[in-house]
């Protein structure tokens, strides 16, 4: 029995561990990443979103972000909102979080592509996201700790390279 509950235990640790980090860590690691950033910018179904939403707007509030969300129903809105908020509320960062608008294959591609033309950096909630073209995500490393994992490549391509001091939580991912 007592073999069986330090498995249990073993397993359920390795389980909280490995888990993504927080809204507050990935606000911090962007932070990090992006010292001189003032403006978040969100393009999200707000309703679908909203726990995510009010958790990110206390982790901006906390790091020093002005957060601007943007409402999205459709893509066609995803086209609009992203148009919008670079007109009306100039950003330095688009944050792109799991719903059912934004984050689907046609909504991240079509992101990518506007913040790789207009070189602003692109969060996303996956680490396949990256891999597709967007900038940056953060998920747990292999040890578990909150890592940042950048597309190189895109870097490259919109001139954005992280501080030196956080590298060592840096993966690059091409």
């Not at 509950?5 to 507050?24: E, G, I, K, R, T």
């Not at 953060?138 to 001139?159: H, M, Q």
């Amino acid at each position: 029995m007592r073999v069986y509950l330090f498995l249990l235990l073993l397993v359920f640790a390795s389980a909280v561990q490995a888990a993504d980090p927080n809204v507050m860590q990935q606000a911090y690691l962007v932070r990090q990443a992006f010292p001189a950033a003032k403006t978040v910018g969100v393009l999200c179904h707000t309703s679908h979103a909203a726990a995510l939403v009010r958790d990110l707007k206390i982790a901006c509030n906390a790091y020093q972000f002005d957060l601007k969300v943007f409402h999205t129903e459709t893509l066609q809105s995803v086209r609009e909102g992203f148009d919008r908020m670079i007109k009306q509320s100039p950003v330095d960062l688009v944050w792109v979080v799991p719903d059912d608008v934004t984050d689907q294959k046609f909504g991240r591609r079509f992101l990518s592509e506007k913040c790789l033309a207009m070189k602003f950096p692109l969060y996303v909630s996956a680490l396949d996201h990256v891999r597709e073209g967007a900038l940056l995500t953060v998920s747990a490393g292999e040890d578990g700790s909150p890592r940042i994992y950048f597309n190189k490549r895109v870097g490259d391509l919109i001139g954005i390279q992280l501080p030196a001091q956080i590298q060592p939580k840096v993966v690059a991912v091409e």
